[in-house]
Nanobody, 124 residues
Framework: VQLQASGGGLVQAGGSLRLSCAAS????????MGWYRQAPGKQRELVAR???????EYAGTVKDRFTITKDSSKNTVYLEMNSLKPEDTAAYYC???????????????????WGQGTLVTVSS
């Protein structure tokens, strides 16, 4: 499974950015798609994730500012980031949890895949 993320960049505080991440390759199904971030000197943290059926979960620091959505037909997850703050500056990584293809196209083993980071820089 390969993940291709895009959409990072430099933005002023209060601005907006939209991240995208598309999953490709061979897999049976996706359970969760999500975004994590890692700021310099800090641990990677969950930003938001969305389940196969559309249930969402957000970090408290981004709730009401960020929105995660997905297009299941394209195996793509989006992160709309509004009212950005300098503390949102980080490398953002998309992550997918799913099931590999088993025998006879039945669900196989669970997998977790990560995309390359896309840098978001928010200037004050």
């Amino acid at each position: 499974v390969q993940l291709q993320a895009s959409g990072g960049g430099l933005v002023q505080a209060g601005g907006s950015l939209r991240l995208s991440c598309a999953a490709s390759g061979s897999f049976h199904s996706i359970t969760y798609m999500g975004w994590y971030r890692q700021a310099p000197g800090k641990q990677r943290e969950l930003v938001a994730r969305i389940s196969r059926v559309g249930d969402t979960e957000y970090a408290g620091t981004v709730k009401d500012r960020f929105t995660i959505t997905k297009d299941s037909s394209k195996n793509t997850v989006y992160l709309e980031m509004n009212s950005l703050k300098p503390e949102d500056t980080a490398a953002y990584y998309c992550s997918v949890d799913g099931l590999a293809v088993g025998k006879g196209w039945n669900p196989g083993r669970a997998f977790n895949a990560w995309g390359q980071g896309t840098l978001v820089t928010v200037s004050s």
